[in-house]
């Protein structure tokens, strides 16, 4: 059956961008670390940290159960569902100002983390999934679409996060284009909250799965060796059962360790990097451009993650998955091992942006082995499971760059408060060197692992 005479395939690739590019803005919080720490500076770096560990993890978990309930009533009411959850999280999360800072903190965690998080897994499942039933014949090129837009969302989300955050110009690639009012960290929150609400509900109405014997036209399914067992769908708990499983687990694990613990530091870090060098105090207007400059990161590495998912997955298709992981985790471990000895900003760019290259990849190719390697009938719930390897990473990651940070320095600079007073702040300069080396490490064997990884055979 020919995709036109049901619909045009493509327009299940635009719903997905839509909701993807949406769901990616979770990797937008290390915008929001230093203003929420100037907020509530009781909060140690671990507690600042902790929101974005709690919301990766709940977006794995919130994967599993969003993939099997997809796979039951099918993709457009499931993405619909998550994007009310996720605005409706981020729209609560706007009151954390009114709390104390320990139940300002709790109050952050339900709201962004908990609620975001499910929002995200529930809805982030679905245009994957959907895609790959559609697109049997372009399958790593099509997952790599599919969440290419969850790694550009911090592109467009980043900047516009700051300028509202501080005032002033939204900016990509430091040119200004238009200016933004001010209205703080917690405004923020609301105003993206109605965004992503808006958004996701949007694009979840071009998702539906294909008519039952669907393959594209003029396509027929490679067929295997006369010596190779037959590909077969295998269900969750036999899936669970094979090594190969874990093994893919392990490697995947270690990849978003890696690329999570820059994604959700990127400005941080960057901001210790360049105040390191200066005397204090730091001029209001300098630090500003700091923070910038912090926030430019997090978009350009946005840029590269993107590309990493189309790029890597087109890769895939044509010279095989392994060869191209293991190609993947060999250059993250580089980069990370290296990444604290980058500290010019064109440098330090380079750096961030392979090691977000190498992560859009990890994001493209293991839904599409794991669908290589078990099969599409249960791949909702089947990918769910594998995903948790990104929820683990995603609160191993940003902890080890918390925890392993070591406090070099503090530094002040100046600010204005909300009366528009000029007052003297301190920043915390950490040195993230040993925490860049274990996840750099972690991805090197990651890459020796993946040479022993086969396919199972299902008798």
């Not at 592109?155 to 430091?174: R, S, V």
């Not at 060869?323 to 980058?342: E, H, K, P, V, Y």
Request: a positive charge; aromatic letters at 14%.
């Amino acid at each position: 059956m020919s995709e036109t005479k049901y619909m045009n395939r493509w327009w299940v690739v635009v719903g997905a961008l839509i909701i993807q590019i949406s769901l990616g803005a979770v990797y937008i919080w290390s915008v929001f670390q230093t203003p929420l720490k100037t907020f509530f500076p009781t909060w140690s770096e671990t507690a600042v940290t902790l929101p974005a560990q709690m919301v990766l993890a709940m977006f794995a978990l919130a994967v599993i159960a969003g993939g099997r309930i997809q796979d039951r009533i099918g993709p457009r009411k499931v993405a619909t569902a998550g994007g009310i959850i996720l605005g409706t999280g981020l729209i609560l999360a706007r009151f954390t100002e009114f709390f104390d800072p320990s139940w300002a903190l709790l109050w952050l965690i339900l709201t962004f983390s908990v609620l975001g998080g499910i929002g995200i897994g529930t809805g982030y499942v679905c245009p994957i999934a959907t895609c790959v039933k559609w697109f049997p014949d372009k399958r790593g090129l099509v997952t790599g679409l599919a969440v290419a837009g969850f790694g550009a969302g911090a592109f467009f989300f980043a900047p516009l996060a700051k300028a509202l955050i501080t005032g002033g110009a939204y900016q990509l690639f430091n040119q200004p284009l238009f200016s933004l009012p001010k209205i703080g960290v917690f405004n923020t929150f609301l105003a993206l909250g109605i965004i992503f609400l808006t958004a996701v509900v949007t694009g979840a109405q071009l998702l539906r799965n294909p008519p039952a014997g669907y393959k594209p036209a003029g396509w027929n399914p490679p067929q295997p060796a006369q010596s190779a067992a037959p590909k077969a769908d295998y269900t969750p708990s036999e899936m669970l059962r094979l090594p190969a499983f874990w093994l893919l687990w392990i490697t995947y694990f270690a990849g978003c360790t890696a690329g999570l613990q820059i994604i959700m530091k990127a400005s941080p870090i960057w901001q210790s990097f360049r105040t390191a060098v200066m005397t204090a105090p730091i001029q209001e207007e300098a630090f500003n451009q700091i923070a910038a400059a912090g926030a430019t990161a997090v978009a350009v590495l946005a840029i590269f993650n993107s590309l990493g998912r189309i790029l890597w997955g087109k890769i895939s298709d044509a010279f095989g998955r392994k060869g191209t992981l293991i190609t993947m985790f060999i250059l993250c471990g580089a980069a990370m091992l290296l990444l604290d000895r980058l500290r010019e900003y064109p440098i330090y760019l380079f750096g961030v942006s392979l090691i977000g290259l190498c992560f859009g990849g990890y994001l493209a190719l293991y839904p599409a082995v794991t669908a290589d390697f078990f099969g599409t009938k249960h791949f909702g719930v089947n990918y769910g499971c594998m995903f948790t390897a990104f929820g683990a990473g995603g609160i191993v990651g940003p902890y080890l760059a918390a925890a392993l940070m070591k406090t070099v320095n503090t530094i002040s600079y100046l600010s204005r408060d909300s009366s528009g007073t000029v007052v003297e702040k301190l920043f915390t300069i950490g040195n993230y060197r040993l925490a860049f080396w274990v996840a750099g490490i972690a991805c090197l064997a990651a890459a020796a692992v993946m040479t022993q990884i086969k396919p199972p055979k299902k008798a």
